[in-house]
Protein backbone atom coordinates (compact mmCIF):
# COMPACT_ATOMS: atom_id res chain seq x y z
CA UNK A 1 0.00 0.00 0.00
CA UNK A 2 1.01 3.29 -0.73
CA UNK A 3 2.79 4.89 2.54
CA UNK A 4 0.70 8.39 1.71
CA UNK A 5 0.52 9.86 5.27
CA UNK A 6 3.98 11.74 6.23
CA UNK A 7 3.40 13.18 9.42
CA UNK A 8 6.30 15.34 9.45
CA UNK A 9 8.37 13.86 12.46
CA UNK A 10 11.73 14.85 12.56
CA UNK A 11 13.50 15.64 15.80
CA UNK A 12 11.19 18.66 16.84
CA UNK A 13 11.55 21.28 14.84
CA UNK A 14 7.87 21.97 13.98
CA UNK A 15 7.38 23.51 11.20
CA UNK A 16 8.86 26.90 9.96
CA UNK A 17 9.04 29.10 12.59
CA UNK A 18 9.18 26.33 15.06
CA UNK A 19 6.43 24.98 14.38
CA UNK A 20 5.38 21.33 13.70
CA UNK A 21 8.62 20.33 12.16
CA UNK A 22 9.00 16.38 12.64
CA UNK A 23 9.26 14.58 9.76
CA UNK A 24 8.26 10.76 10.12
CA UNK A 25 11.73 9.07 11.81
CA UNK A 26 13.52 12.46 12.34
CA UNK A 27 16.36 14.16 14.56
CA UNK A 28 16.90 16.48 17.70
CA UNK A 29 15.58 19.26 18.62
CA UNK A 30 15.85 21.99 16.66
CA UNK A 31 17.70 21.39 13.06
CA UNK A 32 15.44 18.43 11.72
CA UNK A 33 12.46 19.99 10.34
CA UNK A 34 13.19 20.57 6.88
CA UNK A 35 14.68 18.22 3.75
CA UNK A 36 12.61 16.67 1.55
CA UNK A 37 9.45 14.35 1.89
CA UNK A 38 8.68 11.73 0.11
CA UNK A 39 5.78 9.53 -1.05
CA UNK A 40 7.12 5.86 -0.78
CA UNK A 41 5.59 2.93 -1.87
CA UNK A 42 5.14 0.31 0.36
CA UNK A 43 6.46 -3.33 -0.36
CA UNK A 44 4.94 -5.80 -1.09
CA UNK A 45 5.69 -8.97 1.12
CA UNK A 46 6.10 -12.53 0.32
CA UNK A 47 5.05 -15.51 1.91
CA UNK A 48 6.66 -16.34 5.20
CA UNK A 49 9.57 -18.90 5.08
CA UNK A 50 11.98 -20.39 7.89
CA UNK A 51 14.99 -18.50 7.13
CA UNK A 52 15.88 -16.03 4.31
CA UNK A 53 18.07 -17.50 1.25
CA UNK A 54 20.51 -15.28 -0.15
CA UNK A 55 20.67 -13.66 -2.15
CA UNK A 56 17.27 -12.10 -1.99
CA UNK A 57 15.87 -9.16 -3.88
CA UNK A 58 13.47 -7.30 -1.49
CA UNK A 59 11.26 -4.47 -2.94
CA UNK A 60 11.42 -1.88 -0.55
CA UNK A 61 9.44 1.34 0.79
CA UNK A 62 10.57 3.49 -2.05
CA UNK A 63 9.58 0.90 -4.64
CA UNK A 64 13.19 -0.24 -5.03
CA UNK A 65 14.78 -3.22 -5.96
CA UNK A 66 17.78 -4.37 -3.80
CA UNK A 67 19.51 -7.14 -3.60
CA UNK A 68 21.45 -8.57 -0.57
CA UNK A 69 23.97 -10.70 -1.62
CA UNK A 70 24.42 -12.36 1.91
CA UNK A 71 23.37 -12.15 5.47
CA UNK A 72 24.81 -9.12 7.06
CA UNK A 73 26.69 -9.38 9.47
CA UNK A 74 26.70 -5.57 10.16
CA UNK A 75 23.93 -3.29 9.57
CA UNK A 76 23.76 0.26 9.90
CA UNK A 77 20.23 2.22 10.65
CA UNK A 78 20.12 5.74 9.34
CA UNK A 79 17.08 7.17 11.83
CA UNK A 80 15.09 6.47 14.90
CA UNK A 81 12.58 4.59 13.35
CA UNK A 82 15.25 2.95 11.38
CA UNK A 83 17.25 1.85 14.60
CA UNK A 84 13.87 0.67 16.01
CA UNK A 85 13.58 -1.72 13.38
CA UNK A 86 16.39 -3.58 13.70
CA UNK A 87 16.10 -3.43 17.59
CA UNK A 88 12.62 -5.19 17.18
CA UNK A 89 13.58 -8.02 15.05
CA UNK A 90 16.41 -9.16 17.33
CA UNK A 91 19.24 -7.76 15.58
CA UNK A 92 21.49 -4.75 16.23
CA UNK A 93 23.20 -1.56 14.16
CA UNK A 94 26.67 -0.15 14.14
CA UNK A 95 25.03 3.34 13.53
CA UNK A 96 22.65 5.74 15.37
CA UNK A 97 20.94 9.09 14.30
CA UNK A 98 22.22 11.80 17.18
CA UNK A 99 18.68 11.75 18.38
CA UNK A 100 18.32 7.97 19.15
CA UNK A 101 16.77 7.53 22.53
CA UNK A 102 15.27 4.10 22.24
CA UNK A 103 16.00 1.48 22.76
CA UNK A 104 18.89 1.86 25.37
CA UNK A 105 21.47 -0.65 24.04
CA UNK A 106 20.98 1.07 20.71
CA UNK A 107 22.65 4.59 22.39
CA UNK A 108 26.43 2.74 22.35
CA UNK A 109 25.97 2.89 18.45
CA UNK A 110 28.61 5.09 16.56
CA UNK A 111 26.44 8.97 16.16
CA UNK A 112 26.43 9.99 12.99
CA UNK A 113 24.75 13.07 13.24
CA UNK A 114 21.35 14.41 12.76
CA UNK A 115 18.86 12.45 10.10
CA UNK A 116 18.64 14.58 7.35
CA UNK A 117 22.71 15.40 7.46
CA UNK A 118 24.11 11.87 8.27
CA UNK A 119 27.52 11.63 8.29
CA UNK A 120 28.14 8.81 5.69
CA UNK A 121 31.69 8.89 5.64
CA UNK A 122 31.30 8.11 9.05
CA UNK A 123 29.05 5.34 8.35
CA UNK A 124 30.77 3.52 5.38
CA UNK A 125 34.04 3.38 8.08
CA UNK A 126 31.58 0.89 9.94
CA UNK A 127 31.85 -1.14 6.88
CA UNK A 128 28.12 -2.25 7.23
CA UNK A 129 27.00 -5.19 4.85
CA UNK A 130 23.55 -3.09 5.07
CA UNK A 131 22.31 0.10 5.12
CA UNK A 132 18.68 0.60 6.75
CA UNK A 133 17.38 4.18 5.25
CA UNK A 134 14.12 6.06 6.47
CA UNK A 135 11.86 6.23 3.22
CA UNK A 136 9.90 9.33 5.04
CA UNK A 137 13.07 11.14 5.90
CA UNK A 138 16.00 10.70 3.83
CA UNK A 139 14.65 9.73 0.17
CA UNK A 140 16.89 12.93 -1.21
CA UNK A 141 20.32 10.43 0.09
CA UNK A 142 19.60 7.84 -2.49
CA UNK A 143 22.37 8.89 -4.72
CA UNK A 144 24.94 9.76 -1.86
CA UNK A 145 23.73 5.93 -0.09
CA UNK A 146 24.45 4.26 -3.90
CA UNK A 147 27.80 5.98 -4.57
CA UNK A 148 28.81 4.07 -0.99
CA UNK A 149 28.44 0.52 -3.05
CA UNK A 150 26.88 -0.85 0.04
CA UNK A 151 23.42 -1.88 -0.23
CA UNK A 152 20.48 0.25 1.14
CA UNK A 153 16.74 -0.59 2.08
CA UNK A 154 14.42 1.99 2.39
CA UNK A 155 11.54 1.53 5.33
CA UNK A 156 9.26 3.55 6.94
CA UNK A 157 6.12 4.51 8.58
CA UNK A 158 3.50 6.96 8.16
CA UNK A 159 0.94 4.62 8.75
CA UNK A 160 -0.55 1.53 11.42
CA UNK A 161 -0.08 -1.02 8.30
CA UNK A 162 3.14 0.52 7.24
CA UNK A 163 4.85 -0.38 10.42
CA UNK A 164 4.04 -3.97 9.84
CA UNK A 165 5.48 -3.76 5.99
CA UNK A 166 9.05 -2.50 7.65
CA UNK A 167 8.74 -5.20 10.03
CA UNK A 168 8.68 -7.77 7.61
CA UNK A 169 11.32 -6.63 5.16
CA UNK A 170 13.87 -5.90 8.01
CA UNK A 171 13.23 -9.45 8.93
CA UNK A 172 13.87 -10.58 5.37
CA UNK A 173 16.98 -8.49 4.89
CA UNK A 174 18.42 -9.50 8.16
CA UNK A 175 17.10 -13.49 8.24
CA UNK A 176 14.76 -12.57 10.76
CA UNK A 177 11.58 -13.23 10.11
CA UNK A 178 9.93 -15.36 13.14
CA UNK A 179 11.24 -12.32 15.25
CA UNK A 180 9.48 -9.74 13.09
CA UNK A 181 6.11 -11.85 12.68
CA UNK A 182 5.93 -12.11 16.29
CA UNK A 183 5.98 -8.00 16.95
CA UNK A 184 3.95 -7.52 13.82
CA UNK A 185 1.53 -9.79 15.50
CA UNK A 186 1.65 -8.60 19.50
CA UNK A 187 1.01 -4.96 17.09
CA UNK A 188 -2.28 -6.67 15.55
CA UNK A 189 -3.05 -8.13 19.15
CA UNK A 190 -3.09 -4.81 20.56
CA UNK A 191 -4.84 -3.56 17.85
CA UNK A 192 -7.97 -6.34 18.15
CA UNK A 193 -8.28 -5.88 21.65
CA UNK A 194 -8.78 -1.71 21.61
CA UNK A 195 -10.93 -1.97 18.74
CA UNK A 196 -13.36 -4.88 19.75
CA UNK A 197 -14.27 -2.55 23.34
CA UNK A 198 -14.30 0.90 21.36
CA UNK A 199 -17.63 2.88 21.96
CA UNK A 200 -20.07 3.38 19.05
CA UNK A 201 -19.45 7.06 18.81
CA UNK A 202 -16.25 8.55 19.99
CA UNK A 203 -14.83 12.25 20.80
CA UNK A 204 -14.30 15.16 18.21
CA UNK A 205 -10.75 15.56 18.67
CA UNK A 206 -8.43 18.56 17.68
CA UNK A 207 -4.18 17.89 17.68
CA UNK A 208 -2.07 20.70 17.43
CA UNK A 209 1.44 20.49 17.09
CA UNK A 210 4.32 23.27 17.30
CA UNK A 211 4.42 26.67 19.75
CA UNK A 212 1.60 28.20 21.74
CA UNK A 213 1.53 30.91 19.48
CA UNK A 214 1.64 29.00 16.12
CA UNK A 215 0.78 25.90 16.03
CA UNK A 216 -1.09 23.54 13.49
CA UNK A 217 -3.70 20.96 13.14
CA UNK A 218 -3.07 16.98 12.42
CA UNK A 219 -5.24 15.93 9.52
CA UNK A 220 -6.59 12.12 9.27
CA UNK A 221 -3.08 12.00 6.56
CA UNK A 222 -0.72 12.54 9.48
CA UNK A 223 0.87 9.81 11.66
CA UNK A 224 -1.03 10.31 15.18
CA UNK A 225 -4.14 10.94 13.49
CA UNK A 226 -3.98 7.67 11.23
CA UNK A 227 -3.55 6.29 14.48
CA UNK A 228 -6.78 8.50 15.94
CA UNK A 229 -8.56 7.38 12.74
CA UNK A 230 -8.15 3.36 14.22
CA UNK A 231 -9.81 4.83 17.30
CA UNK A 232 -13.08 5.81 15.46
CA UNK A 233 -12.72 9.57 16.70
CA UNK A 234 -14.26 12.73 14.73
CA UNK A 235 -10.72 14.83 13.86
CA UNK A 236 -12.19 18.63 13.28
CA UNK A 237 -9.30 19.03 10.77
CA UNK A 238 -10.19 16.41 8.30
CA UNK A 239 -11.08 17.68 4.83
CA UNK A 240 -9.25 20.99 5.38
CA UNK A 241 -6.48 21.90 2.82
CA UNK A 242 -3.05 21.38 3.83
CA UNK A 243 -1.10 24.31 5.00
CA UNK A 244 2.58 25.00 5.83
CA UNK A 245 5.60 23.07 4.77
CA UNK A 246 4.36 19.86 5.97
CA UNK A 247 1.86 16.95 4.28
CA UNK A 248 -1.07 16.26 6.95
CA UNK A 249 -1.30 19.44 8.54
CA UNK A 250 -3.64 22.69 8.21
CA UNK A 251 -4.33 25.94 9.74
CA UNK A 252 -8.18 26.41 11.56
CA UNK A 253 -9.15 29.22 13.46
CA UNK A 254 -9.78 30.03 16.54
CA UNK A 255 -13.61 30.80 15.82
CA UNK A 256 -14.17 27.67 13.88
CA UNK A 257 -12.27 25.64 16.48
CA UNK A 258 -14.75 26.82 19.02
CA UNK A 259 -17.46 26.38 16.79
CA UNK A 260 -16.74 23.25 16.31
CA UNK A 261 -16.27 22.37 19.98
CA UNK A 262 -13.46 19.90 20.21
CA UNK A 263 -14.27 17.06 23.29
CA UNK A 264 -10.04 16.66 23.36
CA UNK A 265 -7.36 18.13 22.60
CA UNK A 266 -4.04 16.99 22.21
CA UNK A 267 -1.00 19.01 21.83
CA UNK A 268 2.61 18.05 21.22
CA UNK A 269 4.50 21.15 21.95
CA UNK A 270 8.05 22.72 20.86
CA UNK A 271 10.58 24.55 22.45
CA UNK A 272 12.70 23.89 25.59
CA UNK A 273 11.90 21.60 28.12
CA UNK A 274 10.42 23.04 31.11
CA UNK A 275 9.04 26.21 28.58
CA UNK A 276 5.07 26.90 28.20
CA UNK A 277 3.54 24.44 26.09
CA UNK A 278 0.37 24.48 24.11
CA UNK A 279 -1.83 22.75 26.78
CA UNK A 280 -0.41 25.58 28.94
CA UNK A 281 -1.51 28.56 27.10
CA UNK A 282 -4.98 27.20 26.12
CA UNK A 283 -5.58 25.95 29.44
CA UNK A 284 -5.01 29.69 30.61
CA UNK A 285 -6.63 31.88 27.94
CA UNK A 286 -9.89 33.18 28.32
CA UNK A 287 -10.43 32.86 24.55
CA UNK A 288 -10.36 29.11 24.43
CA UNK A 289 -12.51 28.53 28.07
CA UNK A 290 -15.62 27.69 26.35
CA UNK A 291 -14.46 24.77 24.32
CA UNK A 292 -15.40 21.39 26.30
CA UNK A 293 -12.19 20.18 26.29
CA UNK A 294 -10.58 22.85 28.04
CA UNK A 295 -14.29 23.36 30.19
CA UNK A 296 -13.27 19.44 31.00
CA UNK A 297 -9.82 19.29 31.83
CA UNK A 298 -9.10 17.54 28.37
CA UNK A 299 -6.36 19.06 27.04
CA UNK A 300 -3.09 16.83 26.88
CA UNK A 301 0.61 17.19 26.14
CA UNK A 302 1.69 13.60 23.57
CA UNK A 303 5.01 12.46 23.20
CA UNK A 304 6.83 13.91 20.75
CA UNK A 305 9.02 11.11 20.16
CA UNK A 306 6.47 8.36 20.36
CA UNK A 307 4.62 10.44 17.42
CA UNK A 308 7.00 13.03 15.47
CA UNK A 309 10.29 11.45 16.04
CA UNK A 310 10.40 7.57 15.68
CA UNK A 311 7.04 5.95 14.25
CA UNK A 312 7.21 2.53 14.60
CA UNK A 313 7.40 -0.42 16.05
CA UNK A 314 6.13 0.97 19.56
CA UNK A 315 2.98 1.97 17.54
CA UNK A 316 1.10 -0.09 19.99
CA UNK A 317 1.80 1.90 22.55
CA UNK A 318 1.05 4.90 20.74
CA UNK A 319 -2.66 3.72 20.05
CA UNK A 320 -2.94 2.26 23.83
CA UNK A 321 -2.16 5.77 24.64
CA UNK A 322 -4.46 7.38 22.92
CA UNK A 323 -6.97 5.42 23.52
CA UNK A 324 -7.00 6.21 27.09
CA UNK A 325 -7.25 10.03 26.56
CA UNK A 326 -9.99 9.30 24.08
CA UNK A 327 -11.93 7.13 26.29
CA UNK A 328 -10.70 7.00 30.15
CA UNK A 329 -14.08 5.76 31.00
CA UNK A 330 -13.41 2.29 28.57
CA UNK A 331 -9.64 2.54 29.12
CA UNK A 332 -8.64 3.90 32.11
CA UNK A 333 -5.46 6.50 31.93
Known amino acids: MKLHRFFAVSIVVFLAGALLLGACGGDDDDDEGGGVTATPTAAPSKAPSASTEYPVTLTDMLGRQVT ?102 VGQALDKQAAAEAAAGELERVRSEIEAQLPDTGPKVLILNGTPDDFYSAKPESYVGALSEILGVTNLAAGAPDVGQFPGYTKLGLESIVADAPDVILAISAGPPGGQTITDALSADPAWATVPAVKNGRVHEISAELYLQAPGPRAADGLTELAGLYYPEVYGQ
Open 68 to 169: IEAAPATVAALSPTTVEFVYAVGATSVTRSKSVAYPEEALTAEDIGPSYQPNLELVASKNPDLIIADAMLQPQLAGDLGALGIPVLYVGVGTWEDVATGLDL
